[in-house]
């Protein structure tokens, strides 16, 4: 890298790139973001003398009092060309405060908003910014020491659309395969003044470390590491891409409802997924729900994919980005904690509790009913009993209710002796836990009861006190139904 | 990691990944690999106290005098333990020599070599190695500054089955999951003595760079970065899994011939992979005609698939271990230089010239004839000429040929003037080139001439000179022919 290309070289290269990978059309203006430093100033130059119409764009970021006469000199820079200029002040100190970012990270999304707020306006085809080579060896290793999983490792492309900022609007970036050195050899040879020894030096304290120290560092372990390094990331980007066609593809097979602040996958279809796609499908739904999170590491995504496999006991956890998950039943809900999460279809009771008449019926939210009905071949009820598999419909021994029946919902203390588990008696809370009753659900799930002793849960369980016996001479049929199109097992909606 | 687990909650987090990655079942041996390092003497100890049936492999690496020292004290540590302890000695300074390896690639080769081999003779599950946390960490490490790619960049796996010594005996690693500070603190809670530093530390002085300077340095840049990239490569391993599931199934569509040393893929299905499938499928073919070639570099491979998008003038590419690329219409062959590449079914000649009868016909290699005929009728001649769309038959003007017609191989000089090129003469070498004839078929093409003049390149076009006019009072019909099932057009084949 001693020799640097000549200005013409320099341009041929460039121009190269941007016609093999389809960066540019000169029928339409782009967008230039210029600092003022090296790499913005070249972009400018070399896209201007290689014929694309331009609009040069500046953010003075108020950081600094020198940020004033930089503009100017930029705006001078793009008018000795006959270019338009446009710029915008941004107090970026403020607007960090206000929005709780880095310096950093507030002069990063003011700059790009602005840039393609101006594309938007004068309807360019793209925005163009000026890294380098070293810029991508320095967001790769940035990624690897901080740990972010090949997404990160890809580093940046030379053409992202869609991208975080616009879904029309190309980002691109000409100078990608170019390094620092050549770029300020370039500057030298055609005079190009910087006004910044390199952009935002201030606010990017842990990219110089990186430029300045680590990076020669690791020259001496691999004097080639930094051409090492870049072509790393161009062969991940291929693998990258593999990889999200197929999580798109699994994205659409696991997505069941897609909310404001939630999105229901479904969970068996999500854990037939390989770890790898899993992993990816869990990504895109916290980034669906949280698109400005910048800061998603892969401990949880690990974390939620674990939990996938084998849930907490509470079939809850906390996420990241202020989001939890949620398993119920077939679903897994990732939502904010605030979310107004889209129920299920459940049976669930609008009072505390309701009588229900022999024979009669109550209504329940959500188009359920209960029915009891007297039974009259106490025979038949006695057979039908026996071979039943729904367990949304039960017999129980008249007897045991004598008078009447409520329906009501769970209360402190409630215990529930399970038909079939040998006589034992638990509490109700482990039970409907042990039954992985949708947590949601618990509280307003409809019981009926004699007295204060549980006699069914409906869709789950008869409590054994109640069973059909040989000496039962009065037997009431109970049915829980849904009048919605959604008719079928309760516990399965 | 300054609070050490103790040695029974060390045993259990051993045990813990046994199980859930099912690495060791107690029913069967086990060989462990003890250097005397305290890696393996800890990973020896430990699954002697989980109850795994255990054979203790050493190898003398005679690269030290202590080595028979060192033997001698592993062989007490195993014999005291009441375990079946083997050995074996290698002169690796002398291997290294004699294979051109490196002392580090020796002794590793030599050492999975012995382990394998003692393995199989006592009917073992699996070979069991030492591996830490912190080796982990500083292979990742390693293959980031080289250049690897993902299958560098997951590291080694708990488990690998197949890998490069056994299709069915795995290579496990229960200690993956374990910080090496762990294992000494472990070593001084069993008062286990290890009879070296740490394993190899001789001629693995890379490593130990990597381990003693340059991992401290990255932890000032995170803190956290050993189990940032312990991480990575588990994640990287999940994108890998997926990557090769597809990698296979591209494999499986694009190979086309399995040779001893050359294979040979569709062309124009490899096209249509995706970047990140096309490299695989190409690093694949380099892998199995050399499975032993451990520096396969992404350069190469991408050369290579840059190539197959964009091939040279020759259509010929030196890839690496010395293998080339060669394109034969849609084939791509990946060859050895002295490989005997299976040929296309070619019409080829076995002589250098040959008569040919008007009316007759001569035979040439893979089943191919030509045939001249006399034609009566000229108007309809004419006709066919005018609407025939096959290169294999060609109608000529017998005036032009006089006498008789030769079929004869390709000559220092030969030009060729191809009909519809407005009379444009061409070196035939060149004309060949740009028809994309097959490199390797060129020198025993047959080509039909009158005198020294070429009037038909069978396959591809007829001279100018040579073809019906208005005037034409005599016509010779050519046709090539195969006679194999092969039967198509020659260009094809």
Redesign the interface.
């Known amino acids: 890298m001693q020799e640097y290309p000549t200005s013409e070289e320099f341009l041929k290269r460039v121009e190269q790139m941007i016609v093999e990978e389809n960066l540019l059309d000169r029928n339409e203006p782009t967008v230039v973001g210029v600092s003022g430093g090296p790499d913005s100033l070249t972009l400018m130059d070399v896209l201007n003398r290689l014929g694309y119409p331009l609009i040069i764009a500046h953010l003075n970021h108020q950081i600094r009092p020198e940020a004033w006469d930089e503009e100017e000199e930029v705006k001078r820079f793009a008018e000795d060309r006959g270019l338009r200029f446009v710029s915008s002040q941004v107090n970026v100190p403020e607007y960090a405060r206000d929005q709780g970012f880095s310096l950093e990270e507030a002069a990063r999304t003011a700059r790009y908003q602005f840039l393609f707020a101006e594309a938007r306006k004068s309807e360019a085809q793209a925005v163009a910014v000026g890294h380098t080579a070293d810029d991508q060896v320095e967001t790769v290793l940035m990624h690897?020491?901080?740990?972010a999983?090949?997404p990160g490792?890809k580093g940046m492309r030379s053409q992202a659309l869609p991208n975080s900022w616009s879904e029309e609007i190309a980002l691109v970036r000409p100078l990608l395969a170019i390094w620092r050195q050549e770029v300020l050899a370039y500057c030298r040879e055609r005079d190009l003044e910087p006004v910044l020894d390199a952009s935002n030096e201030e606010f990017t304290f842990?990219r110089n470390?990186?430029r300045h120290e680590?990076i020669p560092?690791?020259e001496q372990?691999?004097p080639?590491?930094r051409s090492?390094?870049w072509?790393?990331a161009?062969?991940?980007a291929?693998?990258?891409?593999?990889?999200e066609?197929?999580s798109q593809t699994a994205w659409e097979r696991c997505l069941s409802v897609k909310e404001e602040d939630a999105i229901i996958l479904h969970l068996t279809k999500l854990r037939q997924e390989?770890?790898?796609?899993k992993?990816r499908v869990i990504r895109r739904a916290i980034e669906t729900l949280r698109p400005d999170f910048r800061d998603l590491d892969?401990?949880s995504v690990?974390r939620a994919s674990n939990f996938i496999d084998k849930p907490t006991r509470s079939f809850e956890m906390d996420l990241t980005a202020g989001l939890r998950l949620i398993m119920e039943e077939d679903r897994l809900i990732i939502a904010g904690w605030s979310a107004d999460i889209p129920e299920g279809n459940w049976p669930q009771m609008d009072k505390d509790v309701d009588v229900l008449e022999i024979s009669g019926e109550i209504l329940l939210a959500n188009g359920w009913i209960i029915q009891a009905e007297e039974v009259t071949d106490i025979e038949e009820a006695w057979e039908q009993a026996q071979v039943n598999e729904d367990p949304n419909q039960v017999w129980i021994d008249g007897e045991a209710v004598e008078r009447s029946i409520f329906v009501r919902t769970r209360r402190e203390g409630d215990r529930f002796q399970p038909l079939g588990m040998g006589g034992h008696t638990t509490r109700l809370s482990d039970y409907l836990i042990n039954v992985k009753m949708p947590k949601r659900a618990r509280a307003k799930w409809p019981l009926v009861s004699a007295g204060d002793e549980i006699a069914w849960v409906p869709g789950y369980a008869l409590a054994h006190p109640f069973r059909l016996s040989e000496s039962t001479k009065r037997a009431i049929h109970l049915h829980l139904k849904s009048r919605s199109h959604f008719a079928g097992n309760a516990k399965r909606l």
Do not use: A, H, K, P
């Not at 690897?144 to 740990?147: I, Q």
């Not at 390989?274 to 796609?277: D, I, M, Q, W, Y």
């Open positions: 690897f020491l901080r740990g999983g090949l490792l842990y470390r990186l680590l560092i690791l372990y691999n080639e590491v090492v390094i072509r790393t161009q062969v991940l291929g693998d990258e891409e593999v990889l066609r197929i390989v770890s790898g796609v992993r892969f401990e690990d």
